[in-house]
């Protein structure tokens, strides 16, 4: 079965600073991981997806995040985060053509 | 990527009643799922909608509470029966075009939010 830890159910970074959002994941087989974003009264925005090919993943909104297979981890990460980046973030595993599996969330907070 | 619209967006119901929820997307897609995200959680699958067959249900989740049709590639409905104060939740459905490769990549509705009384 998979599974998805966040670590982390509230993140607060000041404006201007690194955002890293912490995702491991569990899979008996090689994973699709994905982040998505749900601002608020809004559904889910996808971020980023590694599908298998480069293990450093870029996104929208200068996202991105790095397959680590021997710590399966998938840590979202922003060199510089805005105002606009607060919001609730997923990480989700699926095995392809089927179910995704999240976890339970991150909230983003940015401070001025 | 593919542009789906969810109906209503949000209402409020009485103990007992039923609602459906209307799924509409822009495009043919091969799969269409519904989440539900009870308040301050993460989503939790509650069926896949299969076109022309019966839809798939999660553990948990029972077809006498959450009818689900798919007439045709581009809709789907979710109904919640008899409803309780536990089912005020946010209902996401969700579309994966396996045409674009089966990847997992699914993309959401807006939501509907359902508040019941």
């Known amino acids: 079965a998979q599974s998805v830890t966040q670590l982390g159910s509230h993140v607060s970074v000041s404006e201007g600073a690194l955002v890293l959002l912490r995702c491991n994941y569990s899979?008996?087989?090689?994973?699709?991981l994905f982040w998505y974003v749900q601002y608020p009264n809004q559904g889910l925005q996808l971020l980023l997806k590694?599908?298998?090919?480069?293990?450093l993943v870029k996104g929208i909104n200068g996202f991105e995040a790095e397959f680590k297979k021997s710590e399966t981890s998938f840590h979202l990460t922003k060199p510089s985060a805005h105002m606009s980046d607060a919001a609730e973030y997923f990480c989700?595993?699926?095995?392809?053509?089927?179910?995704?599996?999240f976890g339970q969330g991150t909230r983003l907070t940015i401070n001025p | 990527s593919a542009v789906i619209s969810q109906k209503p967006s949000r209402d409020i119901c009485q103990r007992g009643t039923s609602l459906t929820i209307q799924c509409q997307v822009d495009?043919?897609?091969?799969?269409m799922f519904w989440y539900r995200q009870q308040p301050g959680q993460s989503l939790t699958l509650i069926a896949t909608?299969?076109?022309?067959?019966?839809?798939?249900?999660e553990s948990g989740f029972v077809i006498d509470k959450f009818p689900i049709s798919r007439p045709n590639l581009t809709f789907s409905t979710l109904t919640v029966s008899n409803m309780s104060p536990e089912d005020s939740s946010i209902y996401l459905c969700?579309?994966?075009?396996?045409?674009?490769?089966?990847?997992?990549?699914?993309?959401f509705g807006p939501g509907t939010r359902l508040t019941v009384l």
């Open positions: 989700a595993v699926s095995r392809g053509a089927q179910k995704l599996v």
């Open positions: 969700s579309v994966e075009d396996l045409r674009r490769g089966a990847s997992g990549e699914q993309f």
């Open positions: 909608a299969n076109q022309g067959s019966e839809a798939t249900y």
């Open positions: 899979s008996s087989v090689p994973p699709y």
């Open positions: 590694y599908t298998s090919a480069a293990t």
């Open positions: 495009s043919q897609v091969t799969m």
